[in-house]
Structure formats: C-alpha cells, structure tokens
C-alpha cells in the first residue's frame, strides 16, 4: 500500500525527532504526531524554535523545514487515527511503580491505551506499528485488542523499534546502522520499508519476524549497558592497580572483535532506557523461569548502582570524611552531553546520596533548568521538596556554581566544560580544591599543574 498519512502518537524524544526526518525525507507524506500533553504540543508549534520541548543538534533546522508543510502537532488524537493509514505508537513504557512486577516491568498501560483508542476510532484498515520498546510478544496483545472491535477493520501490527540515541538523533536517523522492521504481513513490512527507503538503502532495512524485532531492541540495549558497566568494573580495578582505564579500552578495542566504541569508563550510565530495558529483560526471563539468564542482566544494574555510589562515596571520604555544609559545585545534570533530558541521570543519585550527607549541592548545566532538577529529586522521595530546594541550586554560569566551592563534580561530558577558565576557578574555590572527573574530560597533570586535587574514575 502506498503511504500517503502517517500518524504518531507520542511526541516525545523518540516521536518528535523520528517523525520529522520521516517528513523531511518524504515530502508527500502528511506526518501528525500527537499527544495527550497539550503543553508539549504547544511547545512543538511555538514559532520560537528554541522553546521546542526537546533539544537535539540539527531537529529545529528539520522542523522549521517541514512544520506546517508536512508536519503537523496535534491534540487531536482520534482525528489523526482516522486519516492515517500506519499509526506509530511512541509513548513512554516506564518500568511500572506499582502492583505485580513492580520495579522491574515495563508498564505497557499507555500503550494498551493507544491500542484502545485505536479500536474505538478506525473505520478504515490500519497499519499499526510499534515504536515504543516493549517487552517480547507484546505485539500479540495489541492485535487481541485490535481484532475485538466488532468492526470488519483490518489491522496490521510491526515492530520496528528504534535506536537513536540522544544528542545524536538526528545523525542517527539519517544515517542508521540498520532500520529493523518486525511482521507477518510482506504488504505491511513494503510500506514501511518503501518510507525508509526515501533515505536508507534497502540492504539496511532488516525484516524479521515480530518477536524477533521486538527482543532484540531490548537484547541491543542491554549489550551496550553491559560494555559500559564491564569497563566500570575494570575502571575500580585499574583504581588499585596503577593500570589506567583509558588505556585499557584502548587497548582492547583494537582488538575487531571487540571495537572501540561505547568503552568510556564513567560515574555510571543513565538515561530513560537503558535500566528499564534491562530490568524488563530480567523480569521476562525470570516469567520464563529463567533464573541464570536473569541474573547475569541483573549484574550490569548491580554494577552500575555500584558505580555511582562509589563515585560519591569517595568523594566524601576525600573531603575528610565529611561534606555536611559544604558547597559541591556539579557540571553537569544531563545523563549525557548535548541533551536536555536528566532521566535517570547519574547526577541525580551521587546529588541524592550528597544530600543526605548534608552537603549543599549547586548545579550548573547549559541545558537543564532548576525546575527540572528538583522535580528530579523530589521523584525520588528521599526527602521533602523544600529541604531539596533549599540544598540544591542551579546557577546561570558555571563560575558561579563553583565559587567557594570545596569540590567540583563532573556529572556529564559537556564539551565546553573542558573550556573554562580552570585557573580563575581554583583560584575562586576553597582549598585544597578537589576535582572528582566523573567523565573523565579534563587532563589530570594540567590540573594538578594549577593546583586542584585531581582524581577521575579508573586511573
Ligand atoms: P517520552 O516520555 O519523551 O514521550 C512519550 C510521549 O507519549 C509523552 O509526551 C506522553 O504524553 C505521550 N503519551 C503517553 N500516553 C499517551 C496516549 N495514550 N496518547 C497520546 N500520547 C500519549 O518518551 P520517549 O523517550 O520518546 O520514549 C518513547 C518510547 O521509545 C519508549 O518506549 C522508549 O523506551 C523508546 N525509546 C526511547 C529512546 C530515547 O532515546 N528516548 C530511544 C529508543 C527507544
Ligand atoms: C541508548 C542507546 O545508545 C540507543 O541505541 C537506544 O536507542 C536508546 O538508548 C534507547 O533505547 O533509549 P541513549 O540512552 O540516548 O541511547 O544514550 P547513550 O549514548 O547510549 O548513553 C547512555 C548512557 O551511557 C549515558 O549516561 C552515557 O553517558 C553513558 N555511556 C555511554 C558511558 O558511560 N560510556 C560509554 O562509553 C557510552
């Protein structure tokens, strides 16, 4: 079937970005992303490109190409149902809060949700695609509330998960590793392929059978975890071994079987995914029965909680064992660079753990507002939002979060952290002024050169 409108529901970091390349590259095709969260739509059809809700290198240029063209953002979600003949669902699968499965499940609810609203309104066959990752057979739920409508209306359900990652996205939709797309239907997997194929060559375009698109989104995610905690394990080791972790990954991602890339040793990963991919694996394989299997997923968790503990731990026993009244200058709230999201940012527990050592902790990062950090912290409940608001700060300059500072905490890898006038700095901090490099993106004897107290993770 020829595509001609399209509709997403979810206009979030995955919708919004992955819709508007679609649009860009396929100027025929009529792209509305909706959503329940009418601030958000608003914010993504403000004329002022800065207030859109998501920060991503390259996605403003995209949407002021397209937006009103061929892109459109609505509320209006059952009249873009309607007229659309494929129907991505891309809203949030967070790990559920709450009943069975709890801490650990993917909490399908908003999805179940689309699929209800979808039944209710389709008067003509649709193509519903699954862009959210979710748990492996999930597709197999939606078509039982897809097939009970008591219309004739036929649906076809995909997979075709997505891999960008934040601060990339856009890069990373136009030139994909490989395009997965999961179904039973050829029809339905050639439309889909046929859009993608405006810009990705077909031998990039893999078809599978659902099941498998849909395990192995979540299988790619914790693969990449894995490299990043079994790096963090090394990183302790180098720590009480001399050996240096920076030349450790080197060394072995030389070796082509291993690769370079995703070796970096840090304070720990964060980020909405990759925790509550892996936790959702664990619990689909303990469903199963399968107790090793999940218990090996656990460990990359484990080691990544172990992470960041011992980042702040050991910048507390450094600090004489003590930070209660102490000003900690964080750069950094992000969980990585060049994003404005923080979800599940390391930051917000080695900030949580800091707290309770009554330390007062300012802030600054060029993308994240105060607002943001402390609905951060008051989600984690530790304590009320006014003592939160009263420890933590955000500052407008970096200088200012560090002036008086007895310690500065690198939190994400922020290019321009590593630009800044580092002697003014030491020179406005208490002393000895300590640098704890949780991103490891200054250079240790240039610091010690100024005077700080160095010490970054795995060397
Ligand atoms: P998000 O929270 O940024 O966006 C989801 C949006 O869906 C929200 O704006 C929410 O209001 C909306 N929504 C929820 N229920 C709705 C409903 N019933 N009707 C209409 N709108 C509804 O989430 P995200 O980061 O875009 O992630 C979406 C999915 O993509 C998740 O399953 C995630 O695991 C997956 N994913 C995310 C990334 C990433 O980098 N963030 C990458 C790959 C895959
Ligand atoms: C990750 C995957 O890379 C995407 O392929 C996937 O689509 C996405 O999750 C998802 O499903 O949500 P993302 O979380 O946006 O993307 O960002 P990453 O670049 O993977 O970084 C995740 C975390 O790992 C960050 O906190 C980052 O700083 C950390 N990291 C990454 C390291 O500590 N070391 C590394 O070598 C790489």
């Known amino acids: 079937m020829k595509i001609t409108k399209i509709c997403c529901i979810g206009a979030g970091y995955v919708g919004g970005p992955t819709m508007a390349v679609i649009a860009k590259k396929n100027p025929d095709i009529k792209v509305t992303i909706v959503d329940i969260n009418a601030d958000r739509i608003a914010a ?85 695609v699954e862009k959210s990752t979710l748990p492996v057979r999930t597709a197999q739920a939606i078509k039982s509330i897809l097939d009970n409508t008591g219309s004739d209306v036929n649906f076809e359900i995909l997979s075709n998960p997505e891999f960008l990652a934040e601060g990339t996205a856009i890069q990373d939709l136009l030139n994909p590793d490989r395009v997965l ?23 990039k375009i893999l078809r599978t059978n659902v099941w498998s698109s849909e395990l192995s989104k979540l299988t790619a995610n914790a693969f990449l ?54 936790l959702n694996l664990v619990y689909i394989a303990r469903s199963y029965n399968l107790q090793a299997v999940a218990d090996y997923w656990e460990q990359v968790i484990i080691l990544n909680d172990h992470q960041k503990r011992r980042f702040s731990d050991h910048l507390i026993s450094t600090l004489y064992n003590t930070v209660s009244g102490k000003k900690i200058g964080f750069l950094g709230w992000a969980f990585k660079k060049d994003t404005n999201d923080t979800r599940e940012s390391a930051a917000i527990y080695v900030a949580d753990h800091l707290l309770n050592e009554q330390a007062n902790v300012v802030v600054y990062d060029p993308k994240v507002s105060n607002e943001k950090m402390q609905s951060d912290l008051n989600y984690l409940n530790t304590r009320s939002e006014e003592e939160n608001s009263k420890l933590v700060k955000a500052t407008e300059t970096p200088y200012e979060a560090l002036k008086d500072a007895h310690a500065v905490a ?50």
């Open 44 to 128: 993504w059809n403000d004329n002022d490109l800065s207030k859109l809700p998501i920060y991503e290198p390259g996605l403003a240029e995209i949407v002021k190409e397209t937006r009103g063209k061929n892109l459109f953002f609505s509320t209006e979600i059952d009249k873009a149902i309607d007229e659309s003949q494929m129907i991505f669902i891309s809203v949030n699968t967070p790990t559920k809060t709450y009943g069975k499965g709890k801490g650990m499940a993917a909490d399908l609810k908003y999805v179940e949700l689309c699929a209800r609203n979808i039944a209710k309104v389709a008067t003509t066959d649709k193509i519903v």
């Open 225 to 278: 975890a894995q490299r990043i905690s079994s790096i963090n394990a090394i990183s302790e080791l180098c720590e009480q071994t001399e050996a240096d972790v920076n030349e450790v990954a080197k060394a072995i991602g030389m070796d082509s079987r291993i690769g370079p890339k995703f070796l970096k040793a840090s304070v720990g990963f964060g980020g909405s995914c990759f925790q509550k991919d892996i």
């Open 181 to 203: 797309i999961g179904g039973a239907s050829e029809d339905a997997i050639e439309s889909l392929a046929n859009i993608y194929g405006s810009w990705v060559s077909q031998d």
């Open 410 to 459: 690198i939190m994400t890898e922020w290019d321009e952290f590593k630009t800044y006038d580092w002697k003014r700095i030491y020179t406005e901090m208490k002393k000895p002024a300590f640098i704890f490099d949780g991103r490891n993106i200054l250079d240790k004897s240039e610091m010690e050169k100024i005077g700080f107290e160095y010490s970054s993770i795995g060397k």
